[in-house]
């Protein structure tokens, strides 16, 4: 569901995403993390609690049998969060953004990596599919956005019921799942507006597309935590890299050397820059 007319344009333009690591350029793979362990405590929730809300607003002064099938539709959109749960990785659609350097940069010298994501879709034999959306911050967009789509759902659904009185339960079931796969696809997009400031894009399969990929584990304040790599299975296998920028540090310019020398060994032949922000460590 695209999130707004003019989406596709900004598919063209670089991201940016912070690691403290240089184990993606090095082994050629992306890291998807689990949407439940991400640093946004509420990454798993924030929607939801915005579709409980838009679900009796709709529905304040509907007959009961309608109240019901809302009630019936929250639960459900809850199961299809936990059985959907989406994998993603994060971005940001700037480069050289203080606050990334300070979250990701406490302990080390952290790296900016710029991807031209057009050319992502054109790899082969990916190890899953994925989504490349926009983060919407904005409350009343949020908010927005839920209430059409409920209204699409509603307005559908009483098409379908015409004159009959009440789905038979199979019928019903298969509606419920539907309409919360809907939502739910929808409201992973969207984050609490606290985290704005990331200027956030990020790619997101969910967990039944990566049922069959081998869970990995790495370390991070939350104490070990899932993780799937996403690469190309055929050549070439380098990731499609634009650039990578040094974060703040003393040593920037050395540590810019030994970056560009990393690089080559990689097989990447792509500039480099270094952060000039004079943060005291």
Same mark, same amino acid.
Request: glycine letters at 6%; a positive charge.
């Given at each position: ?6 989406? $596709? ?8 995403? =912070?690691? &403290?690591?240089? *184990? /993606?350029?090095?082994?050629? !793979? ?54 959907? =749960?989406?994998? /993603? ?35 082969? *034999? ?16 949020? &908010? ?28 019903? =079931? ?16 969207? !984050?609490? $507006? ?18 069959? /990929? ?51 060994? !990689? ?15």
């Amino acid at each position: 569901m695209p999130l707004s007319t003019t989406e $596709s344009k900004f598919r063209i333009v670089y991201f940016i995403t =912070q690691v &403290r690591r240089v *184990g /993606i350029i090095g082994g050629h !793979k992306i890291w998807f993390s689990d949407g439940t362990f991400m640093n946004d405590g509420s990454e798993t929730t924030w929607g939801i609690n915005l579709v409980i809300e838009a679900i009796d607003e709709l529905l304040s002064g509907k007959p009961a049998d309608e109240r019901d099938a809302g009630d019936a539709l929250k639960l459900e959109v809850g199961r299809a969060m936990e059985a959907l =749960q989406p994998v /993603i990785f994060c971005m940001s659609a700037r480069n050289n953004l203080l606050n990334q350097w300070r979250d990701y940069g406490r302990d080390v010298v952290p790296y900016s990596i710029e991807f031209d994501v057009k050319e992502f879709g054109k790899w082969n *034999g990916k190890t899953f599919p994925i989504l490349l959306t926009k983060i919407v911050y904005d409350f009343s967009f949020q &908010r927005s956005l839920i209430r059409n789509l409920l209204t699409l759902i509603y307005t559908k659904t009483i098409e379908l019921r015409g004159s009959r009185q009440y789905f038979d339960e199979e019928e019903g =079931q298969r509606l419920l799942r539907g309409a919360a796969v809907e939502i739910v696809s929808l409201i992973t997009r969207f !984050k609490n $507006s606290s985290f704005e400031a990331e200027e956030e894009w990020r790619a997101i399969c969910y967990r039944p597309q990566v049922a069959n /990929i081998t869970r990995k584990y790495r370390s991070s304040s939350l104490g070990v935590v899932p993780y799937y790599e996403w690469y190309a299975k055929d050549e070439p296998k380098q990731l499609p890299i634009k650039s990578v920028t040094v974060g703040p540090s003393p040593y920037a310019q050395v540590s810019d050397l030994a970056l560009k020398q990393f690089l080559a060994d !990689k097989g990447y032949n792509v500039p480099t820059h270094y952060s000039t922000i004079p943060i005291r460590r």
